[in-house]
DNA sequence: ACAAAAGTGTTGTAATTACACCCATGT
DNA sequence: ACATGGGTGTAATTACAACACTTTTGT
């Protein structure tokens, strides 16, 4: 409990944030090029230092606004991970809480952003390409995201205010990378009480069918889930084993 | 990203545990009696600073160690979220990872802690006399863990090396708070492939058949999921809604 | 008419629930 | 014998996967 020097070693604060959307058909993650060393001219996550009377949570909302253009309160941000090993930063003593933040397809090719360069690039690409340990952070926002969708309605997310059921079972294939049923996706969704909410208006796209179109539901948990045929979730755990 | 002066205020880091366990039929968590102002004499989570060059994650593992003189790589550790609003730690800016800890029910009544006393407490009576922000980390830890017993192989991490189903039951009984169909339960564990490893033995308590025992299996998770009737999953958010 | 996407019906199977019932031990 | 907890059997119900099939639009 006493205070010894080494004990309390200060350290500065980042929120990161993987801000992912559905464009194109894949899945995009928001990058930003890096303007100064280290890393400089490769591609990161955005993200910024945590202000002396700002709560974290509040530092990630503010650089997701900042990044979107958007209202960072409208969409989609959480907790994800602290990410804290030493020498992860060049700089010094470095420590970043990672968020994952959804975005639906947005408009406009990111405006008002503070670095050098900022563009969505498909996740695909752009693992094991990006600065500091920024790689692992990706990979492990992506495994929440993936795992939220069984469980929770967060795939709400990714979709505009009014959506079909079309767009919202490419939001799963996506994500999942994997296809789904739409007869059985259909059912699903529209049988799980305050998931969707049918709005009076129909969807016509350049072919086939009209879509009915929904809003998201007050719903914010699945139950039962909707599940994966392949099942790999697995608990974050910080034992050192 | 330009750095401009307050953009990087330096603050001290914590890392703070929920140890929980399983003693006389309650769940119980570990706490110390705080030594010093503020909050002296009140009782807290234990915990402390992240070292210069340390992990937090380390810094989880040996405050681990330290509090339960166990090794803390035997025993489950999960990071669960962060707690960084300003004004939580009277003593100036101090940001704190919550850690999520299981130990089996140790005979030991905690040798070795470094805080003025430290016991086990119901955590029925813990909740809401705690010193700091720690009842909203307890309950924020007893949330994941209520949920990682569904999804995840975690409740075996609350048993000793061989246990009985009873027991095992029983762990589920008490985090959840609520009876578990001892019938159902038995198939359910015995059947998910990985769960459980029958061991040659049975242990005979003071009355009743007597029960195999059995150590953790390879698995960490749980398909399909071992669910509670009553569900309330709540992905945590850190929207600022 | 045809292609394409939306949406409904049906059927076999897996998993859960809610029980009744038997087993092995100490007193 | 009987109480107590361990463990098995079984039927009704629910959810799901894998289909075939119909509907509504644009070309």
Request: a negative charge; charged letters at 25%.
């Amino acid at each position: 409990m006493t205070a010894r020097p080494r004990d309390h070693a200060t350290l500065r604060l980042t929120a990161d944030l993987a801000i992912l959307t559905v464009r194109d058909g894949q899945l995009q993650v928001l990058l930003v090029q890096r303007g100064n060393e280290p890393y400089r001219g490769r591609w990161a996550l955005p993200g910024g230092f945590v202000r002396e009377d700002e709560d974290p949570d509040a530092a990630a909302a503010r650089e997701l606004a900042e990044e979107t253009g958007l209202d960072g309160t409208a969409l989609h941000l959480e907790q994800v991970a602290v990410f804290g090993t030493p020498g992860r930063d060049p700089r010094g003593r470095v420590v970043t809480v990672a968020y994952l933040a959804i975005a639906p397809d947005l408009p406009l090719p990111v405006a008002g952003s503070d670095a050098s360069g900022a563009c969505w690039q498909p996740v695909d690409q752009a693992l094991g390409t990006l600065a500091f340990d920024h790689n692992d952070i990706l990979r492990t926002c992506l495994e929440r995201a993936r795992q939220a969708l069984e469980y929770t309605t967060l795939a709400t997310a990714f979709c505009a205010d009014a959506f079909t059921i079309g767009e919202l079972r490419t939001v799963y294939e996506v994500v999942w990378g994997m296809p789904v049923d739409t007869r059985n996706f259909h059912r699903k969704v529209t049988k799980t009480a305050g998931f969707l909410v049918p709005l009076d208006a129909k969807r016509t796209s350049e072919v086939g069918r009209p879509a009915a179109l929904y809003r998201r539901g007050p719903a914010t948990t699945l139950y039962p889930p909707m599940l994966r045929s392949t099942v790999d979730y697995d608990e974050p755990s910080a034992s050192s084993t």
